[in-house]
T-cell receptor, first 115, second 113 residues
Framework: NAGVMQNPRHLVRRRGQEARLRCSPVKGHSHVYWYRQLPEEGLKFMVYLQKENIIDESGMPKERFSAEFPKEGPSILRIQQVVRGDSAAYFC?????????????FGSGTRLTVV | GESVGLHLPTLSVQEGDNSIINCAYSNSASDYFIWYKQESGKGPQFIIDIRSNMDKRQGQRVTVLLNKTVKHLSLQIAATQPGDSAVYFCAEVLKTSYDKVIFGPGTSLSVIP
């Protein structure tokens, strides 16, 4: 009966490296959402995915960021050539349906630090 | 654009007192609103929601009030306990092709024992 699992919990990368953040949704949930939270700020929407499809990526930076949710396995948020400004907590949520925001389950996040 | 903002960034209350956290929103097309609680090191946790056709909803120790005229939302916590210490976010849910949740910046609630 696991909730949304995100790993790693903490990730340190040097500038220019790649960061891969993984999110395993609640079993049976096929809708995944990624949010970014800067220190002392609210969560900012990044992308919404269903299995093998990106539905809304309006919050994703145009460069260096990509997301996928393959048929098998976790959803991946990938940040290439990280910069200091990418340091943040990245949260994933999942839901069983697309119209059930009250049913979002959030993971505990991955805290990315770029040094 | 879409935005949800809060009046007070921090709030300190005495244990046992009632807490009121306020929120302003700008999008008139929001279908409903959600309050989340985020404890340190954790993800947001759903507390209560309210539909746009309602002006009040009560849960266990919590009440949410919605004033659409002035686009204002509040969360009232009765008999605040130390375990209520957290950051609270209001969020609006936009009816796009899916339920899209837009978060406000948050209020940090600190309960003084």
């Amino acid at each position: 009966n696991a909730g949304v699992m995100q790993n790693p919990r903490h990730l340190v990368r040097r500038r220019g490296q790649e960061a891969r953040l993984r999110c395993s949704p609640v079993k049976g949930h096929s809708h995944v959402y990624w949010y970014r939270q800067l220190p002392e700020e609210g969560l900012k929407f990044m992308v919404y995915l269903q299995k093998e499809n990106i539905i809304d990526e309006s919050g994703m930076p145009k460069e260096r960021f990509s997301a996928e949710f393959p048929k098998e396995g976790p959803s991946i948020l990938r940040i290439q050539q990280v910069v200091r400004g990418d340091s943040a907590a990245y949260f994933c949520a999942s839901s069983p349906l697309s119209r059930t925001a009250e049913g979002y389950t959030f993971g505990s996040g991955t805290r990315l630090t770029v040094v | 654009g879409e935005s949800v903002g809060l009046h007070l960034p921090t709030l300190s209350v005495q244990e046992g007192d009632n807490s009121i956290i306020n929120c302003a929103y700008s999008n008139s097309a929001s279908d409903y609103f959600i309050w989340y609680k985020q404890e340190s090191g954790k993800g947001p946790q759903f507390i209560i929601d309210i539909r746009s056709n309602m002006d009040k909803r009560q849960g266990q120790r919590v009440t949410v009030l919605l004033n659409k005229t002035v686009k204002h939302l509040s969360l009232q916590i009765a008999a605040t306990q130390p375990g209520d210490s957290a950051v609270y976010f209001c969020a609006e849910v936009l009816k796009t092709s899916y339920d899209k949740v837009i978060f406000g910046p948050g209020t940090s609630l600190s309960v003084i024992p």
